[in-house]
């Protein structure tokens, strides 16, 4: 990695497919770096419990169709201690005394996602595309990124962001988005709803919260609220400063 900034950007880019990766891919994502740490569930949509713990990939065995299931073994960790993964002997597949790594359960199911990337990678990680990179498909091929952002977000979102085979650096993109987003004034006018052909200082005075319900539910624009705010107390809602 170059950089902790470049190590970071990959982390968040990978994590960005959440829920879609298995231990396995995010082993090839990352360059086949050894060790890297992962959480089962971390949103906790299975149980609180699986924020507390994560896992220690250590040695991963892939096979099958293109390397993407196979064995991954590691250490378990809890409160950022190692632990036993169990009370119940049975079912404990590692102990926090074991100085060998052991065979990770779900490994293969997805669901998982990249903590930190502790070890060095020995391939090329998962290209992570930048705002100045070029996409070479569809109808924007040959367009750079930054480019689209401006001019197609929702296709951003749907070809980019919310595609399985592309990476890229997403806090980039969203805060590119978000400096080059429009920014309503007072004396825009509507051209669609309930308050059409009316200036927005209008509609802010008459119904303030239905620009901020605008705003909300819109990622084409922002309104620009200090402008709002500065205007004269006669055009601002009544009971609000």
């Known amino acids: 990695m170059n950089s902790v900034n470049d190590t970071q950007k990959?982390?968040?880019a990978i994590n960005c497919k959440f829920p879609h990766s298995n231990l396995i891919e995010l082993y090839y994502n990352v360059g086949r770096a050894l060790p890297f740490t992962a959480q089962r569930f971390p949103?906790?949509?299975?149980?609180?419990?699986?924020?507390?713990?994560?896992?220690?990939?250590?040695?991963?065995?892939?096979?099958g169709q293109y390397g993407k299931y196979g064995?991954?073994?590691?250490?378990?960790?809890r409160n950022g201690e190692r632990a036993d993964s169990s009370d119940v002997e049975d079912i404990c597949w590692c102990k926090k005394d074991d100085t060998e790594p052991q065979e990770i359960p779900n490994c293969g199911c997805g669901s998982w996602a990249l903590l930190e990337i502790l070890g060095e990678p020995t391939s090329e990680p998962v290209k992570v595309l930048g705002l100045e990179d070029l996409i070479d498909f569809g109808k924007y091929k040959?367009?750079?990124?930054?480019?689209?952002?401006?001019?197609?977000?929702?296709?951003i979102k749907w070809a980019v962001l919310g595609s399985q085979r592309l990476f890229a650096d997403v806090?980039?993109?969203?805060?590119y988005h978000e400096e080059n987003l429009p920014k309503l004034k007072p004396t825009d006018?509507?051209?669609?709803?309930?308050y059409?052909?009316?200036?927005?200082?209008?509609v802010f005075?008459?119904?303030?919260?239905y620009l901020r319900w605008l705003e909300d539910n819109n990622s084409s624009f922002r309104v620009d609220w200090n402008l709002f705010l500065s205007l004269d107390e006669s055009q601002k809602p009544k009971g609000q400063d």
């Open 142 to 155: 040959g367009h750079k990124l930054k480019e689209i952002v401006k001019s197609d977000w929702q296709y």
């Open 196 to 202: 059409k052909g009316r200036s927005l200082s209008e």
């Open 71 to 77: 064995k991954v073994y590691g250490f378990y960790y």
């Open 171 to 175: 806090k980039a993109i969203v805060d």
């Open 205 to 209: 005075k008459e119904d303030y919260q």
């Open 43 to 63: 949103d906790g949509r299975v149980s609180d419990w699986y924020r507390s713990q994560y896992v220690e990939v250590v040695k991963v065995e892939p096979h």
């Open 189 to 194: 006018v509507m051209t669609f709803g309930k």
């Open 10 to 12: 990959l982390v968040d």
